[in-house]
């Protein structure tokens, strides 16, 4: 069952702890994504990796950090200097290493996190 | 900064009732535009695309959308709603720069 997998679905931490969010596609894309869905703002981009050992930041990438040492896999770090890390977060993927050239992204399922 | 606007951020609906999400983008090149749809519970789907073409584009479950270039407008409709269509939508855009850029998400809810 080809998909992306997001691990776990509900997450809870206490301030000042790190927390790694787990992503995992088997489509056999090149380019992965991490977004912090925030009500009534949307999805912002946070990170995002066009090829392995290879990642950009996004917009909001202060306090996370990432890794893309596996094509399959793109964990996401939510470090104590973030200021707000409640939020539900979602991982993308697409195909294409130019990403953007007619290219459609596709979501996991989403791991909520909370901070106690 | 290239920005996308939903201008209505809850609509409601009854069922069979009509439906026009609106979206502008701000980028004055060439783009990619989606619509997406989170029901309840579930991932974020894409719903359709445009990419070059037709500017009329037909999704999944009778949704379609219109490119008006001039505008910079790619409106999501569907002409009879049911109630399986409550959820929250979102538009993007993509300017072939690798980002997407997503609306604030319109919250849809359809009463039976």
């Known amino acids: 069952d080809g998909g992306i997998t997001q691990s776990p679905k509900y997450l809870f931490r206490k301030e000042g702890q790190n927390v790694t969010l787990s992503c995992e596609q088997n489509?056999?894309?090149?380019?992965m994504y991490w977004y912090r869905q925030d009500p009534g703002q949307g999805l912002r981009l946070i990170y995002y990796?066009?090829?392995?050992?290879?990642?950009q930041k996004g917009d909001i990438a202060e306090g996370y950090s990432v890794s893309r040492e596996k094509k399959e896999s793109f964990p996401l770090t939510v470090t104590s200097a973030q200021k707000n890390p409640t939020a539900f977060y979602l991982c993308?993927?697409?195909?294409?290493?130019?990403?953007?050239?007619?290219?459609?992204?596709?979501f996991g399922p989403g791991t909520r996190l909370t901070v106690l | 900064a290239q920005s996308v606007s939903q201008h209505n951020h809850h609509v409601i609906l009854s069922e069979a009732a009509s439906l026009e999400l609106g979206c502008n983008y701000s980028?004055?090149?060439?783009?990619?535009l989606f619509w997406y749809v989170q029901y309840p519970g579930q991932h974020l789907q894409l719903l359709l695309k445009?990419?070059?073409?037709?500017?009329l584009v037909k999704g999944i479950k009778g949704f379609e959308a219109e490119f008006i270039k001039s505008k910079f407008s790619f409106n999501l409709r569907k002409p009879s709603v049911q109630w399986s269509d409550t959820a929250e939508y979102f538009c993007?855009?993509?300017?072939?720069?690798?980002?997407?850029?997503f609306g604030q998400g319109t919250e849809l809810s359809v009463k039976p």
């Open positions: 993308a993927s697409s195909q294409q290493r130019l990403a953007g050239v007619k290219d459609t992204q596709y």
């Open positions: 489509l056999n894309h090149d380019a």
């Open positions: 990796s066009q090829i392995v050992n290879d990642f």
């Open positions: 980028y004055g090149g060439t783009v990619n």
């Open positions: 445009y990419f070059s073409g037709d500017p």
């Open positions: 993007a855009v993509n300017n072939q720069g690798g980002k997407l850029i």
